[in-house]
């Protein structure tokens, strides 16, 4: 099983290490070798015995193949280098600010999820992100992520860890590391955690699944989901991440749901509302894509229509993104009339969203009343 990979990554080439966030970039002539090299079943060069070393503190023998440790991604065309998949929408918990609405538990079957990650990999998806719904409690989780991993994907889980004590998941995990698992903390106490999953005892299981994961030395980062419930724990939730030595982020706006509903804004914490950051451009549908659990690729998770059927079209459809992407910023719809457009700073599938939720101007609007800047 390979230990790092070596990827084209848009106008460079890396070479990557699962379940590191090092990188280093490599000049087009080492990279060309390196694929000469392992197709040849030739030692690796000395360079790069020197660099794992140095960087991953990977001990490889001098002389060994390369292609024992090392594999090298195929070039794209297109070439998507990041992506998200649904797995599914299905979920454990039933949280009031989820986005999803809907929570079906519905999607490919093992040979649609196969055929969609080598559509994936042909794309040139280095960095994938799987995510639900809860991806851990889909049966074909584990099968997914190892395909996933084995086709050179840099992968990040996105979960609310309460199946991470799990001992397949965590052997998964740990076997294959992952470049990266998002938990998402809902409090700071039994309290607020299990009001707004509204599932009695998840927040024994959030801690349940952290404590194995910790001990296991998964690589995690925290989402601290701030609402109505938590508005009191923030400091709690930032001192309990802090506590475990992880990487957090508060979440503090609430979204309305992706078929453009106001069921999860209720769940937002007045005090917290801040005003989003200037929207001034992204790279969804043009080097990045979603897509849903039935293989559906849009250009984010926001802007979901049109879209682009995978698993009728292939990789080939996704030359119809970029254009998509750009259509879907032009201003219309509640948008298309203001005299202020010219100096918007809101992504336009984003304003769609609230407005279709009739949400408060001042919930999204730039131009509304002026409040403390956030990422998200």
Sequence with gaps: MHQLIASRFL????????GSTAGIKVPLREFTDLERTTEAGEAAPAWLIKAARQRWVLDLAPGCPARDFLLVRPEADPQYSRAS??????CNYDCEHCYLGLKRFEGLDWEGKSRLLHIMRDAGVLWLQITGGEPTIDPLFLRAYTLAHELGMMITVSTNGSRLWKPEILDALTRMPAYRVVVSVYGATAASYDGLTRRRGSFAKFQKGMAAALEAGIPMRLNLVVTEHSADEEAQMVAMAENWGLEHHSYVNMSPTIYGGAESLPAQSAQHLRQRKVFSGCNAGHTFFHSDPHGIASICKVGRDPNVDLMAEGVEGLQR????????MLRTGGCSGCQLSGSCGVCRPTAKIYQEAK??????????QKREEVPA
């Design 321 to 328: 993104l970029g254009a998509i992407a750009d259509s879907l």
């Design 85 to 90: 998949w649904e797995i599914n929408l299905g």
């Design 359 to 368: 949400a408060p101007l001042a919930s999204y609007c730039q131009h509304g």
């Design 11 to 18: 106008d460079d080439q890396l070479i990557v290490c699962p």
